[in-house]
């Protein structure tokens, strides 16, 4: 039985676990399985720069934080080495720097699974989440597209006007 300190470390360890994935906007779930120091501090840093939280924890703790919240059933993926990634701004940048990582890895890291808007995802769609374009780049693809539908009815106005104007002096 663990003493009363030990206990009530791990019941705090849970609860701000807890809350961090209450209060975040996405998590991704890894097993970092065969990553060099090297490789993890290059990880860390990047995660760090996109604003996402990156801890290893154990199962039983994930287990018991997601315990009572939307996300339980990503408890059946905790199984061997587990790495959990936060996002509390940007709901893609956890998915979008682990698989970049795991694609270019020849070890042992992969997704196991994650969450965004309240709900649960596995691996191929945290995958295919990471895939999507950037804000900015989505932002300029709708810009474009608008500006061009603009420009076709600011074309066809015009046509219309100069066939009606033809026969009258301005």
């Known amino acids: 039985m663990p003493s009363e300190k030990i206990l009530s470390e791990k019941q705090a360890l849970v609860a701000e676990l807890h809350d961090k994935i209450a209060n975040s906007v996405a998590g991704v779930v890894v097993d970092y399985k065969g990553i060099s120091v090297a490789d993890d501090t290059k990880l860390r840093t990047e995660l760090r720069e996109a604003g996402v939280e990156y801890m290893v924890v154990k199962n039983t703790m994930l287990k018991l934080a997601l315990k009572d919240t939307a996300f339980e059933g990503m408890s059946s993926v905790l199984e061997g080495t587990t790495a959990f990634a936060i996002s509390n701004e940007d709901p893609i940048a956890a998915a979008r720097v682990l698989n970049k990582f795991a694609e270019a890895s020849k070890t042992g890291f992969a997704i196991k699974a994650g969450y965004m808007d309240g709900e649960v ?40 006007a100069e066939k009606n104007g033809e026969g009258e002096v301005a």
Do not use: F, W, Y
């Not at 995958?127 to 950037?134: D, E, G, R, V």
């Not at 420009?151 to 015009?158: D, F, I, T």
């Open 121 to 160: 995802m596995d691996a191929d769609a945290v995958k295919a989440i990471a895939n999507l374009p950037s804000k900015e780049v989505l932002l300029s693809m709708l810009c474009s597209a608008l500006q061009g539908n603009i420009r076709g009815l600011a074309v066809a106005l015009n046509a219309i």
